[in-house]
Each structure stands twice: as structure tokens, then as C-alpha cells.
């Protein structure tokens, strides 16, 4: 990382009254606690992705083994992404920014550190029950209920901490990054509550369940990572550019206009429901607009740009929001025109989520990771070129897995709609995008590699220099950091 | 907004008014919804799945056959035909009620009854007819046809409405068709042991298929005695070598017991249908809205 960065008056952390590298440190372990895991399950759900593609390449590979069927491996990928890596990456960016942009240490370290504990051990515990068998039926809802209650515990014991971190802030007002940050402390316990009470502990009857779940796809996919995503974006675009954000009013209109309308917008168009619950979740989705166009606004005039060290990272977040523009252009042209009916149970919708979720979501959080890992490290990367590579592995990959699904799945869509083309012809044009897919799947798998390597042995060397204080000065408090490599 | 306060109360209105939208309104109208009657019949629907199938559900959870399977048929519409069941006794009358219609038939309209007057029209046209038909004395009744693609393909008779899923936990609607739509598969492949060996080897029973086998559904062990009434019967490649059998676990038994209750062919009030083809001596609707099956 550069030091003109760090101690450059930049617009959110200027005139800073406790000096920064104390609120880092106060998030460095705590912050430790959630990454490592998250980029394991990151790296994890790529391999998964593959394994669980190749029953698309041969069948009958794991025909005698239930546990590597598709059907199994499917699910256990798209949680490893979604619930292993981006929301705890996305409480780690967000309990930073809380701590930063407030100017107090993070409160309450201990509950972080308890809460990575408790999460990581609910997503070991439900990757299991998923391969066992014990998914409760609702896509990206699956892990059983043993699970469950280890995730919403840890959502709580998180969200303790930054809400107190946000109580006991230096600066009275609130920074529209902290809005965002704040709110998706706040959003998963209560998703995640109503999904696990209604859909599996005290079911509700019929459809009503499709309702529950809808509403909870979209608080999860849309609402949550779009917290998650803007308050990245809020933080450290005017940081890296060294700019204030323009307009606390266009931030505020996002704000509104997501959490408005963005927990509507998931119900499917074809689903068997009452036609206006089909009509609201239509209108809402075209209503996406309107966050996308106040954030881009926003955000215009603060596009960071430039190879300095330290800015790298940057790339990924440019690459983030993009992604979730051309996402919502997506949604909105699918929801306001008669294509939806084309990409209804088509391999759009794995195309649509995995753009959100990897291009979006993971990108933003990535990009997020790479710079607050130094920040709260003291220490550069000890391997920057490493990251970079990252970048381009993944970004190559994911157009390369999700153009192919986009592209075949409104295929799919037309032929499905052809009753003259028997459904063997359907299914068998579905295989190829699927085969193209899986490439650019491998060079996820290697770009999502490289983030373990980073992160653990930065861990490992904070470790190192822990010790070596310790025996050094024997009862000293340890040091701030060790000096950049 | 620089209050944490009004910031949490912004986040705590926008969560419950989707929740009281989309979660408590639901409930109230779709939650509470009672099974319904069969229309045209006395049958309340839908009625709970047998035991077997039940836990054959299960496995359907289990194993993520949601991930490539629907269970849910489109429509994209409704057509209508109108059929004279018989002429009754005033001919005259009857034939001067089809130049009122427009209709101009070739032959003498009034044999080979019961004949399709007009097909693939709209509802008012419909009740236009039957009425001025009926009113000529003759007897006349509306058929109707959902259509759509999915319909087209033989994947159902009317597209799924909510009250199908009424007895299913969870409701397994499925949001890819990787494999085909499986709403009717019981009205479409209603035998047992085409399913079980559809399951062991897909593509030896569909051809092209691209559906992973699911061997670990079945056992393959030595033949004691005498060989297991349930045991496969298969032919070349597949054949288990001489003295051994390939017998359906317990999980593949109620799979298939799931498979075949997996059935939405009923006309239903608000997703009406009539049968395919009229009965031998149909007998006249009473009203419009009431389909004769």
C-alpha cells in the first residue's frame, strides 16, 4: 500500500481524532477471524462448482456416490459462495467501514471473533447436512435447521458489535457508507429468522411457502449484497480518488429505493401465485432503477483509476458496480418485456445469479478485502502480484461461465416454447453452454486460489510477529504492526 | 439521515412493509386456502399423498431433483370450441339459429352428431352460440382448452395453480428445465417399473438422454434362493453378472411411489378444462362456468 493512501486527507477519514491504524488494529484479528474462512469456502465453492458440472460431461461419473450427484453438489456450491464467503467478507467490509468512518475501535472484538467462529462452524455443519441429504428444499435456502440456528446466532453476534460499534461512534453523523454498512448488520438475522421459521420450523401451507421464499431470495441476492456492494463502493471510491461523495441526498434516494423495493422482486414471473403478487415483483424490479442511477451518479464523478501501488484492488470494485449495472439492465429488460417468459426455467437464472452474486457481489467484496487486509495488517499483501492475478483469472472466468449459460439459456428458452422440438433436443442444446461454462469454472477455481495463499500467509506471519513481541518484551502490549515487506 | 435512530427506522419500515406484503398477505389468502372441489365432481382436492409417496418426497428433496425438474405447467391462455350435441326437435329453427351465427357449413350440419361447431374461439363468441343454440331448442356445450407450449408437449391438461402445492412440504416448484416438467409425470408414465429402470439407467430407456443414473438408488447383491420379485429385469451391457440381481433400495421404492402421484389432472374452478374429446351422449352444460368433464 502506498503511504500518500493512508495518510492522505481523504474525504472520509480526514482530521481523523484517533489515528486510524488504532481502529485497525482494534478490527485486525476480529477481521481475521472472518476472512480466512470466507476465502477458503470461496475457493471451496469454485472447486464445487466444477465437480458438480462434470455429472454434465459424463453422467454416469457419480452414479454409485449419492453425496457427489448433482443434485447435492449444486446446492453446496451456491452456499459456499453466497453464505460462505459473501456474507461474512461483506460483515468484515462493513464492521470496517463502521469502525472508520465513526472513529472509534470496533466494539465488542470478542463477539466478531465468536460470531467467525460459530459461522464458519454452521457452514461446515450444513455442507454436510446438504451432502447427506438433509437440504430443506428451497434454493438458496437449503441448510438444514441445525445449521440454521448456528448462522443466526453468529448473524446476531456480529450485528451486536457493529450496531454498539456504530453507538459508540466519535462523529455524530453518519456517513452515507455507514447506512448501508449498518443496515446489512441488520437485514440477515431477520431474512434469515423468517426463512428458517417459516419455510422449516412452523411451515406454512402451499404456495404461501413459494411467497415466504421469494421475498427472502430477494432480501438475500438483491437487498443484501447490494448493502453490502454500495457500502464498499460509498467507502472507498472517494477514498482512493480522495474526494468527498457528492451528494448525501442521491445516497439517501438509493438507500430508500432498494430497501423499498428491492425485498419485491423475487418472486418468479411463471410461479403458480396470485397474479399481483407476479405484477408487484415486475414493477419492483423495473423500480431497480432507480438505486442503480442514483449510486452511478454518485459514483461518476469518483471512478479511481490508475496502476499506483495500493490501487489495484480498485479494479475489482470498478468491475463490481459495473457488473451490478449490467445486472439490473438485465432484470429490467427481462421484467418490462414479454422476454421473461423466454428466460423462465432456463439456465438464465443460474446466468442471472451467478453474474450477481460472482460479478457483483464476490468482485465488490474482493475488491473490498484486498484493501482493508493491509489496512488491518499493517503490512502489505505478502503476495500483491498474486491479487492481481486474482482479478483477471476471475473476471475472465466468470464472463466465460456466464455468457455461455446467458446465451444458451435463451435458447433453451425458445425452444421450450417450440412444442414441435421434442424435449431430448431441448435438454441435449442445454449441455453445451454448460461444457463452455466449465472452463471458464476452472479459471475461477485458480483465480479463487490465490486468495487463500494471500490471506493465510498474511495470517501467519501477524502470528509470527505476535509470538516474537512476546518473547521479546515479556508482558509488553504487542506492537502496532510489523513494517511493509 | 445522520441519526443511527431514523436510520434503523427507514431499514425497520422498508423490512415490514415487504414482509406484511409479501409474507403476511400471502398467508392470509393463499395460506389458509381449503382443499377444493373437483369441478364437475364430488372429490375434494388435493388429496395428501399415500404414505410411501410421502417419504418418496422426501428423496425427491434429498437428492435436489428440484435443481433440473419443475413441477409447474404454464398456460398462456384458454381456447374454446363449441360442440352441438344434438339438434333437437325444431331443425328449421336450428338452421336458421347457425345463419344468426355466421355459420356456413358445407355439409348438412345437423348429422354425425355430436359435431365441433367452432373451434379455438373467444369466450363471449362461445357463450353466444350456446345460447342462441340453446334457445333454437338445440343442445349445444362449450369445451375448453388451456393452451401453451407446455400444454402442446402432453405436460399437463391446465397450467398449476396454488392449490396443487397445498398438501406439499416443502413445495419443491423446481426454477430450472434441465429435465422435463414433472407436474403430470403419474398421468404421463404411470408404470412403476418403467420409472425404476428409467432411474438406473436414463439413457437405456429415453434416448439421448442426458440424466445422470442413479445406481446408489439400487443394490445389487447376490440371488439366494430364489431371485427378488423386485429385482430389475435387464438386458446386455447393464445385466448384473450370472447369480447377482440389481434390487430397488427402500429410497428408490418410494421415489417412484412419488413420481406417480404427481398428478394436477383435474379441473378445478379457477383452472378449468374439459376433457379432450366429448363423451358418447354429452349432455349440455348449465352454465358457461361450469365445464362438462
Same mark, same amino acid.
Given at each position: 500500500?502506498?503511504?500518500?493512501?493512508?495518510?492522505?486527507?481523504?474525504?472520509?477519514?480526514?482530521?481523523?481524532?484517533?489515528?486510524?491504524?488504532?481502529?485497525?488494529?482494534?478490527?485486525?484479528?476480529?477481521?481475521?477471524?472472518?476472512?480466512?474462512?470466507?476465502?477458503?469456502?470461496?475457493?471451496?465453492?469454485?472447486?464445487?462448482?466444477?465437480?458438480?458440472?462434470?455429472?454434465?460431461?459424463?453422467?454416469?461419473?457419480?452414479?454409485?456416490?449419492?453425496?457427489?450427484?448433482?443434485?447435492?453438489?449444486?446446492?453446496?456450491?451456491?452456499?459456499?459462495?453466497?453464505?460462505?464467503?459473501?456474507?461474512?467478507?461483506?460483515?468484515?467490509?462493513?464492521?470496517?467501514?463502521?469502525?472508520?468512518?465513526?472513529?472509534?475501535?470496533?466494539?465488542?472484538?470478542?463477539?466478531?471473533?465468536?460470531?467467525?467462529?460459530?459461522?464458519?462452524?454452521?457452514?461446515?455443519?450444513?455442507?454436510? =447436512?446438504?451432502?447427506?441429504?438433509?437440504?430443506?428444499?428451497?434454493?438458496?435456502?437449503?441448510?438444514?435447521?441445525?445449521?440454521?440456528?448456528?448462522?443466526?446466532?453468529?448473524?446476531?453476534?456480529?450485528?451486536?458489535?457493529?450496531?454498539?460499534?456504530?453507538?459508540?461512534?466519535?462523529?455524530?453523523?453518519?456517513?452515507?457508507?455507514?447506512?448501508?454498512?449498518?443496515?446489512?448488520?441488520?437485514?440477515?438475522?431477520?431474512?434469515?429468522?423468517?426463512?428458517? =421459521?417459516?419455510?422449516?420450523?412452523?411451515?406454512?401451507?402451499?404456495?404461501?411457502?413459494?411467497?415466504?421464499?421469494?421475498?427472502?431470495?430477494?432480501?438475500?441476492?438483491?437487498?443484501?449484497?447490494?448493502?453490502?456492494?454500495?457500502?464498499?463502493?460509498?467507502?472507498?471510491?472517494?477514498?482512493?480518488?480522495?474526494?468527498?461523495?457528492?451528494?448525501?441526498?442521491?445516497?439517501?434516494?438509493?438507500?430508500?429505493?432498494?430497501?423499498?423495493?428491492?425485498?419485491?422482486?423475487?418472486?418468479?414471473?411463471?410461479?403458480?401465485?396470485?397474479?399481483?403478487?407476479?405484477?408487484?415483483?415486475?414493477?419492483?424490479?423495473?423500480?431497480?432503477?432507480?438505486?442503480?442511477?442514483?449510486?452511478?451518479?454518485?459514483?461518476?464523478?469518483?471512478?479511481?483509476?490508475?496502476?499506483?501501488?495500493?490501487?489495484?484492488?480498485?479494479?475489482?470494485?470498478?468491475?463490481?458496480?459495473?457488473?451490478?449495472?449490467?445486472?439490473?439492465?438485465?432484470?429490467?429488460?427481462?421484467?418490462?418485456?414479454?422476454?421473461?417468459?423466454?428466460?423462465?426455467?432456463?439456465?438464465?437464472?443460474?446466468?442471472?445469479?451467478?453474474?450477481?452474486?460472482?460479478?457483483?457481489?464476490?468482485?465488490?467484496?474482493?475488491?473490498?478485502?484486498?484493501?482493508?487486509?493491509?489496512?488491518?495488517?499493517?503490512?502489505?499483501?505478502?503476495?500483491?502480484?498474486?491479487?492481481?492475478?486474482?482479478?483477471?483469472?476471475?473476471?475472465?472466468?466468470?464472463?466465460?461461465?456466464?455468457?455461455?449459460?446467458?446465451?444458451?439459456?435463451?435458447?433453451?428458452?425458445?425452444?421450450?416454447?417450440?412444442?414441435?422440438?421434442?424435449?431430448?433436443?431441448?435438454?441435449?442444446?442445454?449441455?453445451?453452454?454448460?461444457?463452455?461454462?466449465?472452463?471458464?469454472?476452472?479459471?475461477?477455481?485458480?483465480?479463487?486460489?490465490?486468495?487463500?495463499?494471500?490471506?493465510?500467509?498474511?495470517?501467519?506471519?501477524?502470528?509470527?510477529?505476535?509470538?516474537?513481541?512476546?518473547?521479546?518484551?515479556?508482558?509488553?502490549?504487542?506492537?502496532?504492526?510489523? =513494517?511493509?515487506? | 439521515?445522520?441519526?443511527?435512530?431514523?436510520?434503523?427506522?427507514?431499514?425497520?419500515?422498508?423490512?415490514?412493509?415487504?414482509?406484511?406484503?409479501?409474507?403476511?398477505?400471502?398467508?392470509?389468502?393463499?395460506?389458509?386456502?381449503?382443499?377444493?372441489?373437483?369441478?364437475?365432481?364430488?372429490?375434494?382436492?388435493?388429496?395428501?399423498?399415500?404414505?410411501?409417496?410421502?417419504?418418496?418426497?422426501?428423496?425427491?428433496?434429498?437428492?435436489?431433483?428440484?435443481?433440473?425438474?419443475?413441477?409447474?405447467?404454464?398456460?398462456?391462455?384458454?381456447?374454446?370450441?363449441?360442440?352441438?350435441?344434438?339438434?333437437?326437435?325444431?331443425?328449421?329453427?336450428?338452421?336458421?339459429?347457425?345463419?344468426?351465427?355466421?355459420?356456413? +357449413?358445407?355439409?348438412?350440419?345437423?348429422?354425425?352428431?355430436?359435431?365441433? +361447431?367452432?373451434?379455438?374461439?373467444?369466450?363471449?363468441?362461445?357463450?353466444?352460440?350456446?345460447?342462441?343454440?340453446?334457445?333454437?331448442?338445440?343442445?349445444?356445450?362449450?369445451?375448453?382448452?388451456?393452451?401453451?407450449?407446455?400444454?402442446?408437449?402432453?405436460?399437463?391438461?391446465?397450467?398449476?395453480?396454488?392449490?396443487?402445492?397445498?398438501?406439499?412440504?416443502?413445495?419443491?416448484?423446481?426454477?430450472?428445465?434441465?429435465?422435463?416438467?414433472?407436474?403430470?409425470?403419474?398421468?404421463?408414465?404411470?408404470?412403476?417399473?418403467?420409472?425404476?429402470?428409467?432411474?438406473?439407467?436414463?439413457?437405456?430407456?429415453?434416448?439421448?438422454?442426458?440424466?445422470?443414473?442413479?445406481?446408489?438408488?439400487?443394490?445389487?447383491?447376490?440371488?439366494?434362493?430364489?431371485?427378488?420379485?423386485?429385482?430389475?429385469?435387464?438386458?446386455?451391457?447393464?445385466?448384473?453378472?450370472?447369480?447377482?440381481?440389481?434390487?430397488?433400495?427402500?429410497?428408490?421404492?418410494?421415489?417412484?411411489?412419488?413420481?406417480?402421484?404427481?398428478?394436477?389432472?383435474?379441473?378445478?374452478?379457477?383452472?378449468?378444462?374439459?376433457?379432450?374429446?366429448?363423451?358418447?351422449?354429452?349432455?349440455?352444460?348449465?352454465?358457461?362456468?361450469?365445464?362438462?368433464?
Amino acid at each position: 500500500m502506498s503511504p500518500s493512501l493512508q495518510s492522505a486527507p481523504s474525504a472520509p477519514e480526514s482530521a481523523a481524532d484517533l489515528p486510524a491504524t488504532g481502529i485497525d488494529r482494534s478490527c485486525r484479528w476480529p477481521l481475521l477471524g472472518l476472512y480466512p474462512g470466507a476465502a477458503f469456502w470461496l475457493a471451496l465453492s469454485a472447486v464445487v462448482y466444477l465437480v458438480a458440472s462434470m455429472s454434465f460431461h459424463a453422467p454416469a461419473l457419480f452414479a454409485d456416490y449419492a453425496w457427489l450427484s448433482y443434485g447435492r453438489m449444486a446446492p453446496v456450491a451456491n452456499h459456499l459462495l453466497l453464505y460462505g464467503f459473501c456474507i461474512p467478507a461483506g460483515w468484515a467490509a462493513a464492521l470496517w467501514i463502521l469502525a472508520r468512518l465513526g472513529r472509534t475501535p470496533l466494539a465488542q472484538p470478542a463477539l466478531v471473533i465468536l460470531g467467525a467462529k460459530a459461522w464458519n462452524l454452521g457452514i461446515l455443519v450444513g455442507t454436510i =447436512g446438504l451432502l447427506a441429504g438433509d437440504a430443506s428444499g428451497f434454493e438458496h435456502f437449503e441448510f438444514p435447521l441445525y445449521a440454521g440456528w448456528l448462522l443466526l446466532l453468529a448473524s446476531v453476534l456480529v450485528g451486536v458489535s457493529g450496531l454498539n460499534t456504530i453507538r459508540c461512534r466519535a462523529v455524530p453523523e453518519l456517513h452515507p457508507a455507514q447506512w448501508f454498512a449498518g443496515l446489512s448488520l441488520l437485514w440477515f438475522p431477520w431474512i434469515y429468522a423468517t426463512a428458517m =421459521g417459516l419455510l422449516q420450523l412452523w411451515p406454512v401451507r402451499g404456495m404461501a411457502q413459494g411467497a415466504v421464499h421469494g421475498w427472502a431470495l430477494a432480501q438475500l441476492q438483491v437487498v443484501l449484497l447490494a448493502l453490502f456492494g454500495i457500502a464498499v463502493g460509498f467507502y472507498f471510491f472517494p477514498v482512493l480518488k480522495q474526494k468527498a461523495l457528492p451528494s448525501r441526498h442521491l445516497a439517501l434516494f438509493a438507500l430508500i429505493t432498494l430497501i423499498l423495493c428491492g425485498p419485491w422482486t423475487g418472486v418468479p414471473l411463471q410461479a403458480p401465485v396470485p397474479a399481483w403478487m407476479t405484477a408487484i415483483s415486475r414493477v419492483m424490479s423495473v423500480c431497480l432503477l432507480m438505486p442503480m442511477l442514483a449510486v452511478l451518479l454518485n459514483l461518476r464523478s469518483l471512478c479511481p483509476v490508475g496502476s499506483a501501488p495500493g490501487m489495484e484492488p480498485s479494479r475489482c470494485l470498478r468491475f463490481g458496480i459495473r457488473a451490478w449495472v449490467l445486472w439490473t439492465v438485465l432484470v429490467v429488460v427481462l421484467n418490462s418485456t414479454a422476454l421473461w417468459k423466454t428466460a423462465a426455467l432456463t439456465l438464465v437464472q443460474p446466468a442471472l445469479f451467478q453474474w450477481l452474486v460472482q460479478g457483483f457481489g464476490t468482485m465488490v467484496l474482493l475488491g473490498a478485502i484486498y484493501l482493508i487486509l493491509p489496512r488491518i495488517a499493517g503490512a502489505s499483501l505478502p503476495f500483491p502480484a498474486l491479487a492481481r492475478i486474482h482479478f483477471w483469472l476471475a473476471s475472465i472466468g466468470l464472463v466465460l461461465v456466464v455468457v455461455p449459460l446467458l446465451v444458451g439459456g435463451f435458447q433453451q428458452g425458445t425452444r421450450l416454447a417450440d412444442a414441435r422440438i421434442p424435449f431430448v433436443d431441448v435438454a441435449a442444446g442445454t449441455l453445451m453452454p454448460i461444457r463452455v461454462a466449465s472452463m471458464g469454472q476452472l479459471l475461477l477455481i485458480l483465480g479463487h486460489l490465490l486468495l487463500p495463499v494471500n490471506v493465510l500467509v498474511l495470517v501467519l506471519r501477524l502470528v509470527r510477529a505476535q509470538i516474537r513481541q512476546v518473547i521479546d518484551e515479556p508482558g509488553g502490549v504487542p506492537a502496532a504492526s510489523e =513494517g511493509p515487506a | 439521515m445522520k441519526h443511527a435512530g431514523m436510520l434503523f427506522l427507514t431499514g425497520f419500515v422498508a423490512l415490514s412493509a415487504s414482509w406484511a406484503g409479501f409474507i403476511l398477505v400471502p398467508q392470509l389468502q393463499i395460506g389458509r386456502a381449503s382443499l377444493g372441489m373437483v369441478t364437475g365432481g364430488s372429490d375434494l382436492y388435493p388429496q395428501p399423498r399415500p404414505g410411501l409417496a410421502a417419504q418418496g418426497a422426501q428423496v425427491y428433496r434429498a437428492n435436489g431433483c428440484y435443481h433440473c425438474h419443475s413441477r409447474q405447467v404454464r398456460q398462456e391462455g384458454a381456447a374454446m370450441d363449441v360442440i352441438l350435441a344434438s339438434a333437437g326437435t325444431n331443425q328449421a329453427q336450428v338452421l336458421s339459429a347457425f345463419k344468426l351465427l355466421d355459420l356456413s +357449413l358445407a355439409d348438412n350440419p345437423l348429422v354425425g352428431l355430436p359435431r365441433d +361447431l367452432l373451434v379455438d374461439v373467444d369466450k363471449s363468441r362461445a357463450d353466444f352460440a350456446q345460447k342462441t343454440l340453446e334457445d333454437a331448442g338445440a343442445k349445444a356445450m362449450i369445451r375448453i382448452r388451456a393452451t401453451g407450449s407446455d400444454i402442446k408437449r402432453g405436460w399437463g391438461q391446465r397450467g398449476s395453480v396454488a392449490r396443487d402445492y397445498l398438501q406439499d412440504q416443502p413445495i419443491l416448484l423446481g426454477w430450472q428445465r434441465l429435465g422435463p416438467d414433472l407436474a403430470n409425470i403419474g398421468v404421463r408414465q404411470p408404470d412403476p417399473v418403467w420409472h425404476l429402470k428409467h432411474l438406473y439407467a436414463p439413457d437405456k430407456v429415453v434416448e439421448r438422454s442426458s440424466m445422470p443414473p442413479y445406481r446408489f438408488l439400487f443394490e445389487k447383491r447376490k440371488i439366494r434362493q430364489t431371485p427378488s420379485p423386485d429385482a430389475l429385469v435387464l438386458e446386455g451391457d447393464l445385466a448384473p453378472e450370472p447369480g447377482f440381481e440389481i434390487v430397488p433400495t427402500g429410497e428408490a421404492k418410494a421415489l417412484v411411489a412419488y413420481l406417480l402421484s404427481l398428478k394436477t389432472d383435474v379441473p378445478l374452478f379457477e383452472a378449468p378444462f374439459s376433457a379432450p374429446a366429448p363423451a358418447a351422449v354429452p349432455v349440455a352444460s348449465a352454465t358457461n362456468a361450469t365445464p362438462v368433464p
